[in-house]
C-alpha cells in the first residue's frame, strides 16, 4: 500500500525522467539548427567563389581587411591588437583620396562571411596583382591615414582574439598564393583570378589553378610538467614555440 511519503518521491521522479526526455529531445534540434546554419552559410560562400557577379554584388554590402605585403593592418588597443574592417564605400574613398583607381578592389579576395551572409575579403595594397594597373601604396601614408600599423602576423598573433588570428591567416595564405601564382606553369602566360579570388586562369592554355594545402605536423615535447620549446631571434620578447615541420604527399 503506498502512502503519501512514498507517493511523492515515486512523483517527482517521474517528473524528472519527463524533464530529462524533453531535454534530451530537444538538444539533437538546437544541434540541428546550428549544423543548418553552417550548412547554409558554406553553400553561400561556395555559391560566392562560383557566380562572379554574386561576388561583386557581395562586395556591395561586405567588410574588407587590408595588408600591405601581407602584413595585416592593425590598431593597438592596451595589451592587444584590433583588427579594423572598412565597408567597400570607405575603401573606394580611401584609394581615391591616396591617388588609386577604385578598380583596385578587383585584387581583393574572399576569407569567409558571417552567418547574416556579410562577405569579407581581404585586400593586399603592396602586391600588385598582374590584371592590376595601379602602383602599390606606400605604406607609411596608409597607416598615418587609417590611424593603423601594418604588422608582422606571427608578432602579432599572440595579441589577437582567436577570431581575428584564424581569420588572417586564411587571408595571409590565400594573398601569398596568388603573389606566387601570377604566371602559368605551362604557358609563361600572366593568369587572372575570378572575382572571389578561389581559383587562377590561364587564358592561354586554359589552365585552371586552386590554392593548395600544404599539411604540417606540430610537435609538443614534454617531460612530465615541462616541454621544450624553442624560439628564433625575429621573435618579440617572451615569444615562443613547439616544433613544427612540413610534411611531403603521402608521407604519414
Same mark, same amino acid.
Given at each position: 500500500?503506498?502512502?503519501?511519503?512514498?507517493f511523492?518521491?515515486?512523483?517527482?521522479?517521474?517528473?524528472?525522467? +519527463?524533464?530529462?526526455?524533453?531535454?534530451?529531445?530537444? #538538444?539533437?534540434l538546437?544541434?540541428?539548427?546550428?549544423?543548418?546554419t553552417y /550548412?547554409?552559410k558554406?553553400?553561400?560562400?561556395? =555559391?560566392? !567563389? =562560383?557566380?562572379?557577379?554574386a561576388?561583386? #554584388?557581395?562586395?556591395?554590402?561586405?567588410?574588407f581587411y587590408l595588408?600591405?605585403?601581407l602584413?595585416?593592418?592593425?590598431? !593597438?588597443?592596451?595589451?592587444q591588437?584590433?583588427?579594423?574592417?572598412?565597408?567597400?564605400?570607405?575603401?573606394e #574613398?580611401?584609394?581615391?583620396?591616396?591617388?588609386?583607381d577604385?578598380?583596385?578592389?578587383?585584387?581583393?579576395?574572399?576569407?569567409g562571411? *558571417?552567418?547574416q551572409h =556579410?562577405?569579407w575579403?581581404?585586400?593586399d595594397?603592396?602586391?600588385?596583382d598582374? *590584371?592590376s594597373?595601379s602602383? %602599390?601604396?606606400?605604406?607609411?601614408e &596608409?597607416?598615418?591615414?587609417l590611424?593603423? *600599423?601594418?604588422?608582422?602576423?606571427?608578432?602579432?598573433?599572440?595579441? +589577437?582574439? &582567436? !577570431?581575428?588570428? %584564424?581569420?588572417l591567416?586564411?587571408?595571409?595564405? +590565400?594573398?601569398?598564393?596568388?603573389?606566387a601564382?601570377?604566371f602559368?606553369s605551362?604557358s609563361?602566360?600572366?593568369?587572372? #583570378?575570378? &572575382?572571389?579570388g578561389? !581559383?587562377? &586562369?590561364?587564358?592561354s592554355s586554359?589552365i /585552371?589553378?586552386?590554392?593548395?594545402m600544404a599539411?604540417?605536423?606540430?610537435?609538443?615535447?614534454?617531460d612530465?610538467t615541462?616541454?621544450?620549446?624553442v624560439?628564433?631571434?625575429?621573435?618579440?620578447k617572451?615569444?615562443? *614555440?613547439? +616544433?613544427?615541420?612540413f610534411?611531403?604527399?603521402g608521407l604519414?
Amino acid at each position: 500500500m503506498l502512502t503519501l511519503n512514498t507517493f511523492i518521491p515515486v512523483y517527482h521522479g517521474l517528473t524528472m525522467s +519527463l524533464y530529462c526526455g524533453t531535454a534530451c529531445r530537444r #538538444k539533437p534540434l538546437w544541434c540541428y539548427r546550428l549544423l543548418s546554419t553552417y /550548412i547554409t552559410k558554406t553553400r553561400y560562400l561556395f =555559391e560566392l !567563389k =562560383e557566380d562572379d557577379d554574386a561576388c561583386k #554584388k557581395a562586395q556591395q554590402t561586405g567588410a574588407f581587411y587590408l595588408f600591405h605585403n601581407l602584413a595585416p593592418l592593425l590598431q !593597438k588597443s592596451e595589451h592587444q591588437y584590433l583588427l579594423p574592417q572598412y565597408s567597400l564605400v570607405e575603401l573606394e #574613398k580611401l584609394l581615391g583620396k591616396l591617388g588609386q583607381d577604385t578598380q583596385r578592389v578587383e585584387d581583393s579576395v574572399l576569407i569567409g562571411g *558571417s552567418e547574416q551572409h =556579410e562577405a569579407w575579403f581581404a585586400l593586399d595594397l603592396g602586391l600588385n596583382d598582374s *590584371s592590376s594597373m595601379s602602383a %602599390s601604396l606606400q605604406k607609411p601614408e &596608409v597607416e598615418a591615414e587609417l590611424k593603423g *600599423s601594418f604588422t608582422e602576423f606571427r608578432k602579432a598573433l599572440f595579441r +589577437l582574439n &582567436v !577570431k581575428d588570428a %584564424s581569420l588572417l591567416s586564411t587571408a595571409q595564405a +590565400l594573398l601569398r598564393w596568388h603573389d606566387a601564382h601570377r604566371f602559368c606553369s605551362r604557358s609563361g602566360q600572366p593568369t587572372k #583570378k575570378n &572575382v572571389a579570388g578561389s !581559383k587562377r &586562369v590561364c587564358p592561354s592554355s586554359k589552365i /585552371i589553378y586552386y590554392p593548395q594545402m600544404a599539411p604540417v605536423v606540430i610537435t609538443l615535447v614534454s617531460d612530465g610538467t615541462r616541454c621544450l620549446l624553442v624560439r628564433q631571434s625575429s621573435f618579440p620578447k617572451g615569444m615562443y *614555440s613547439a +616544433l613544427a615541420g612540413f610534411c611531403d604527399i603521402g608521407l604519414s
